[in-house]
């Protein structure tokens, strides 16, 4: 799962559904491999009188196995939607601020709108390829929103009405200074090594105690440890898929950031 790991990030035009079946199918293919491997090593273990025992630890080991793997692909799952929410609220913050200085005088407003132009460049043409081949973002879009502060705290008015909207420019920009933060801190959350030690140790005990089955054929046998494998490896691969919202086919794109640029910066 490691590579395919490897596979799906660095391999972001490459269809989702056609690398869980690469996935599954290396899976399966190992998964049997061993079951031959064990038949041969060790024949006389195979007795069906022991079948009732190995279904009790079958159940045991399975339930562990797909209670941990559940949990963490919700876990996952709500971390993929949380990273959704926070590229939509900056996108919001920006056309917030962005409203915002259209009421502003001129000079100032030239150049906070210009500012917001040249961020949304930035975050669409520069920070979007790299957060898809999880390189380094860099400072540049920070630096064009300090300027846009750094114009804000220099701006002078005794108009009331233009000095609510200087206030709320300021609290909107706070805000979207927030909002970049929280973008960029979820780029650089990932599953623990630990975990998913864990995770492929539970799944390979459940292959594992399958082998001990006897079936009354091989064939059947050969048939029920496929699936369990299938199993096992789709659900890990939906975790890779949410652990990685801004790499590979399912990736989240700027959308919402594209639709702003296109409509205010023809």
Not at 123 to 140: A, F, L, R, T, Y
Request: aromatic share 12%.
């Amino acid at each position: 799962m490691y590579f395919v790991n490897l596979l799906y990030v660095n391999h972001i035009n490459t269809p989702a559904w056609i690398i869980c079946l690469i996935a599954m199918s290396f899976s399966i293919a190992v998964a049997l491999l061993g079951l031959l491997i064990f038949r041969k090593l060790l024949p006389d273990s195979l007795n069906k009188a022991n079948n009732d025992f190995i279904s009790l630890s079958l159940s045991t080991v399975g339930l562990f196995s797909s209670v941990l793997i559940s949990l963490i692909v919700v876990n996952t799952w709500n971390f993929y939607t949380s990273v959704e929410q926070i590229v939509n609220q900056e996108a919001h913050a920006v056309e917030d601020f962005y409203r915002s200085a259209q009421g502003m005088t001129e000079p100032t407003k030239s150049l906070l709108m210009n500012d917001v132009k040249k961020y949304m460049e930035v975050v669409i043409k520069e920070e979007w390829p790299k957060m898809n081949s999880n390189q380094p973002i860099g400072d540049k879009g920070r630096l064009i929103l300090l300027d846009s502060y750094d114009t804000l705290l220099k701006f002078k008015t005794h108009d009331p009405v233009v000095s609510r909207i200087h206030s709320k420019a300021i609290d909107q920009l706070s805000t979207l200074f927030d909002a970049r933060r929280d973008r960029i801190l979820s780029t650089k959350e990932h599953i623990p090594m630990v975990i998913w030690l864990v995770m492929f140790l539970s799944a390979f005990l459940t292959v594992g105690v399958s082998y001990l089955y006897t079936a009354e054929t091989f064939t059947m046998h050969m048939i029920s440890t496929g699936f369990i494998t299938a199993s096992l490896s789709a659900t890990l691969f939906l975790i890779v898929i949410f652990a990685h919202p801004y790499q590979g086919s399912m990736r989240i794109e700027p959308d919402t950031f594209i639709n702003f640029q296109q409509q205010n910066f023809k």
